[in-house]
């Protein structure tokens, strides 16, 4: 079975920190992606890599960054975190351009 | 930009059957998923249509019409463990998902 592992399923952090989420996969995909998802707002892609330290935009990246040095870890960096940035942070891979593999996700509160 | 639209929630009863529909743009269309979602949960992966017609898959069906730019999910004799929210989303050009804001299926006995 697949398996996409989060670092933290709870996590509380004030306005101005830096904030790391991590996320390993254990199947050799090449493709992860970084989402965020808010109530009535569906699943918004901030970041996504299709391989080794590429990176690529989605639709919200302002505020984030992203880092992929090894093909099973995608990080997810907020350089100063913001209130608006309060949200569930799910992270995904996948082989091929099909199915996605979903970790438990991070809920990241920002005081 | 593309839209999936879905219904917001919709309450059915154990043992009926429910049918979740979701409507998309067709330019760029590269497949349509549902995934499921329980409260707390990550999503979890239930059908993918690429073709026109319907994939059964024991309790749950997804029907898919390109022409039409629309897909349902049917669940069939409804358990409370299938209350969760079921997400839409629509495989595109760039072969990435765009993702709709999900139906929260209520389950009552």
């Known amino acids: 079975d697949v398996k996409v592992t989060q670092s933290s399923r709870y996590l509380v952090k004030r306005t101005g920190e830096k904030v790391f989420l991590e996320c390993v996969q254990d199947?050799?995909?090449?493709?992860m992606f970084w989402y965020r998802q808010d109530p009535g707002l569906g699943l918004r892609l901030i970041y996504f890599?299709?391989?080794?330290?590429?990176?690529e935009k989605g639709d919200i990246p302002e505020g984030y960054s992203v880092s992929r040095e090894k093909k099973e870890r995608f990080s997810l960096i907020l350089e100063s975190a913001s209130t608006n940035q309060t949200s569930m942070y799910l992270c995904?891979?996948?082989?091929?351009?099909?199915?996605?593999?979903f970790g438990p996700g991070t809920r990241l509160t920002v005081l | 930009g593309q839209n999936i639209d879905q219904p917001t929630e919709m309450t059915a009863t154990e043992g009926a059957i429910v049918q979740i529909n979701c409507t998309y743009q067709t330019s760029g269309f590269n497949g349509l998923f549902w995934y499921q979602q329980h409260a707390g949960e990550a999503p979890t992966f239930l059908s993918y249509n690429v073709l026109d017609g319907l994939e059964e898959k024991g309790r749950f069906s997804s029907f898919l019409s390109r022409s039409k730019g629309y897909s349902y999910l049917l669940l069939k004799e409804l358990q409370m463990k299938d209350s969760a929210s079921y997400l839409c989303?629509?495989?595109?050009?760039?072969?990435?998902?765009?993702w709709g804001a999900g139906t929260k299926l209520i389950i009552k006995p």
């Open positions: 995904a891979s996948s082989l091929t351009y099909n199915e996605q593999f």
């Open positions: 989303a629509q495989g595109d050009s760039n072969y990435q998902l765009i």
């Open positions: 199947m050799d995909h090449e493709n």
């Open positions: 890599s299709y391989d080794v330290k590429m990176k």
